[in-house]
């Protein structure tokens, strides 16, 4: 999660989990041969994180030397070998849609931190954006038009209510609320993705109060967004995993989404 607040406590959930029930999973298709990005479609990468040492070495012979510094900041090896395999997917999957080596992509970053290919290299106005969470990772890409991907780890019995009444809207905490008990944690998590997705389609960052919008959080309801340029944007959830809640926000609403498994032979 971002925002200055520490998400719900991530784990390994021991019994079925309440999006588990509800959730009619995506259908994610192995990695096409060749990388063709078109207008008017999205693609979505899933991609588990634990991958071998030698990967991670790899990855890391293709990171800048800022993203070398950003990764050294973290005090758990978990969390460098995360951010570290995550930035190399990034970098992997950019290179094979620009054609170009990892290695020599270069990136440009917004007033608010949101990264892009730098000019010099993005002639076809690629955009991407990317989310991880306790081993696993979304990655969106499309063509001239804006998008935003959040995926979180479920875990229930966290107690999101004080979490939901200092950041959601009050049609979100009353809706959260009208839940039956076993759904609130599946309501809580897709709530939190698909705003968390907006703020970072718009890349506005934290000049959007996560209030000032609304989305829907019922489970197995079509997926709602409620804001002042509303029409201007679409809202899908993403089901990579029974233990995860996900959801991608694109621009316009004439889209077509594919959904890839990013699976190197030498991880995990």
Same mark, same amino acid.
């Given at each position: 999660?971002?925002?200055?607040?520490?998400?719900?406590?991530?784990?390994?959930?021991?019994?079925?989990?309440?999006?588990?029930?509800?959730?009619?999973?995506?259908?994610?298709?192995?990695?096409?041969?060749?990388?063709?990005?078109?207008?008017?479609?999205?693609?979505?990468?899933?991609?588990?994180?634990?991958?071998?040492?030698?990967?991670?070495?790899?990855?890391?012979?293709?990171?800048? /030397?800022?993203?070398?510094?950003? !990764?050294?900041?973290?005090?758990?090896?978990?969390?460098?070998? +995360?951010? =570290?395999?995550? *930035? @190399?997917?990034?970098?992997?999957?950019?290179?094979?849609?620009?054609?170009?080596?990892?290695?020599?992509?270069?990136?440009?970053?917004?007033?608010?931190?949101?990264?892009?290919?730098?000019?010099?290299?993005?002639?076809?106005?690629?955009?991407?954006?990317?989310?991880?969470?306790?081993?696993?990772?979304?990655?969106?890409?499309?063509?001239?038009?804006?998008?935003?991907?959040?995926?979180?780890?479920?875990?229930?019995?966290?107690?999101?209510?004080?979490?939901?009444?200092?950041?959601?809207?009050?049609?979100?905490?009353?809706?959260?609320?009208?839940? /039956?008990?076993?759904?609130?944690? !599946?309501?809580?998590?897709?709530?939190?993705?698909?705003?968390? +997705?907006? =703020?970072?389609? *718009? @890349?506005?960052?934290?000049?959007?109060?996560?209030?000032?919008?609304?989305?829907?959080?019922?489970?197995?309801?079509?997926?709602?967004?409620?804001?002042?340029?509303?029409?201007?944007?679409?809202?899908?959830?993403?089901?990579?995993?029974?233990?995860?809640?996900?959801?991608?926000?694109?621009?316009?609403?004439?889209?077509?989404?594919?959904?890839?498994?990013?699976?190197?032979?030498?991880?995990?």
């Amino acid at each position: 999660m971002s925002r200055d607040v520490e998400g719900p406590p991530g784990g390994a959930c021991g019994k079925e989990s309440s999006v588990e029930r509800h959730y009619i999973f995506n259908s994610w298709t192995p990695a096409p041969y060749q990388f063709e990005l078109r207008e008017g479609e999205i693609h979505v990468w899933r991609a588990r994180l634990d991958c071998k040492e030698d990967v991670l070495r790899q990855f890391e012979t293709t990171l800048a /030397p800022d993203e070398r510094v950003r !990764a050294n900041r973290f005090f758990f090896s978990q969390d460098r070998d +995360a951010f =570290v395999a995550t *930035r @190399g997917i990034l970098r992997e999957l950019l290179g094979k849609y620009v054609k170009r080596p990892p290695a020599t992509l270069k990136f440009d970053y917004s007033s608010h931190g949101k990264p892009s290919l730098c000019a010099e290299i993005n002639q076809g106005q690629l955009e991407f954006n990317v989310s991880h969470s306790h081993g696993m990772a979304l990655l969106a890409f499309a063509a001239k038009r804006h998008v935003g991907v959040d995926i979180e780890l479920i875990v229930e019995d966290f107690g999101g209510e004080e979490i939901a009444a200092r950041y959601f809207s009050r049609h979100e905490v009353a809706e959260l609320k009208a839940l /039956p008990p076993d759904l609130r944690a !599946a309501g809580f998590y897709l709530c939190w993705t698909r705003k968390e +997705a907006y =703020v970072k389609a *718009r @890349g506005a960052g934290l000049s959007i109060p996560l209030k000032s919008f609304h989305v829907s959080l019922t489970p197995g309801h079509p997926e709602q967004l409620h804001s002042a340029d509303s029409s201007r944007w679409s809202i899908h959830s993403l089901q990579s995993d029974a233990k995860y809640a996900g959801a991608l926000v694109v621009e316009g609403k004439d889209w077509r989404l594919r959904c890839w498994d990013w699976e190197p032979a030498a991880c995990d």
